[in-house]
């Protein structure tokens, strides 16, 4: 077993794992599962600041990011990507697979989007139905003020999607007060819980849009929609993965016991990983912004990111990754998030990556 020090799934604690073996009732008969159901939506919309109601979907992250697009998306609808990371860009994918037409306001990768900037650039263009911002763009760990610029937006009248799957929790995100119509959050991150679940809290303006369309959402089980009135109800659209949810909301409730000492101990373990790789005489890959969820470094020149990787898993047995798409092979990612950011794992990560360096080395 390697110890996990990725970005995403992360370690996960044992009562976490405990709560998935619990017995199962039958979820979507049982009114009692209705209640805990609603009850850990609710602790959602709680931690994440927001009266805005939240749902939980069966399946990974991605299914929160594809179900915000296709619930919102018309046939022609303009819609503003933000494009300064790998996420941020892809979900353009989402916006065009359900008719949108995009427009990316694209940035550089290495630096955290400047409020200036996108305001000068919002006051000349801003005709968009909504937008689509990532809060920490996990590949390069940049971390966008994507509250203020939500703020921003919502004063054009553009609606706004933010992904802040490996953000939360690890960083703090408050959803009515950055006015966020749609956030997206997965199970396997800074929550900690293991991979499987992906939630979403949805403003009323938001809901009313999905409402009101002129044509059908174009998926079931990417539809925000269905879920509006399971309670009054009592019908699910499909059945809930009772085992995914029980972990779920005990890695919330772990979240919840610890109140915001969670955002210190992230930007300790953040600021430590920094300094420490610097010291090694490794190079950030970012100019500024740097998530405390995960840092990522270049590759020295002379070595392999696949090198650095296979040396800590076969010597270590610590598992930290690399990255994708255009990053591939440039950079390697150590996860300090959720369960993964304690003093212990990351000194002897860093300890680890250290050693490994060395042998390379020589
Ligand atoms: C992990 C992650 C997701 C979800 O991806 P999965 O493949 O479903 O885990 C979405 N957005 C960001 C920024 C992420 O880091």
Redesign the pocket.
């Known amino acids: 077993m390697y110890k996990i020090m990725t970005?995403?799934p992360t370690q996960v604690r044992e009562n976490v794992r405990m709560a998935r073996s619990r017995e199962c009732t039958n979820p979507d008969l049982d009114p009692a599962f209705y209640e805990y159901y609603k009850e850990t939506c609710e602790l959602i919309s709680e931690l994440l600041f927001t009266r805005n109601e939240a749902f939980i979907l069966d399946g990974?992250?991605?299914l929160g990011?594809e179900a915000a697009c296709a619930s919102l998306t018309e046939q022609g609808d303009k819609v503003l990507v933000v494009d300064n990371g790998i996420?941020g860009k892809g979900f353009a994918d989402f916006v065009t697979m359900y008719g949108g037409q995009v427009t990316y306001y694209t940035a550089p990768y290495t630096k955290a989007i400047d409020l200036d900037e996108f305001e000068k650039y919002l006051e000349n263009n801003h005709d968009f139905k909504y937008a689509t911002l990532?809060h920490?763009?996990?590949p390069s760990g940049v971390l966008n003020p994507v509250e203020e610029m939500s703020r921003m937006l919502h004063r054009y009248g553009i609606m706004t999607i933010v992904?802040s799957?490996?953000g939360m929790f690890g960083e703090p995100i408050h959803v009515d007060e950055g006015q966020i119509d749609i956030l997206c959050g997965?199970s396997?991150?800074a929550l900690s819980a293991p991979?499987g679940l992906t939630f979403v809290t949805v403003s009323e303006k938001a809901m009313k849009t999905m409402e009101k369309r002129k044509t059908p959402i174009a998926s079931f089980y990417a539809n925000i929609l269905v879920f509006k009135d399971y309670y009054k109800n009592q019908w699910f659209p499909y059945t809930m993965p009772i085992s995914d949810i029980y972990g779920l909301r005990t890695a919330l409730e772990n979240v919840k016991a610890e109140q915001n000492s969670m955002w210190d101990r992230h930007a300790k373990m953040g600021e430590m990983t920094r300094t420490a790789v610097q010291e090694m005489g490794l190079e950030l890959y970012l100019e500024n912004g740097y998530s405390n969820t995960v840092t990522v470094i270049k590759v020295p020149e002379g070595m392999k990111a696949s090198d650095i990787l296979e040396t800590m898993k076969k010597d270590y047995h610590i598992m930290i990754a690399g990255s994708f798409d255009v990053l591939t092979g440039q950079v390697i990612r150590i996860g300090h998030m959720g369960e993964n950011a304690n003093e212990d794992d990351v000194k002897e990560t860093l300890e680890a990556l250290k050693h490994t360096l060395e042998k390379l080395r020589s």
């Open positions: 970005p995403g990974e992250g991605i990011l996420y990532v920490c763009d996990t992904d799957v490996s997965g396997q991150k991979p």
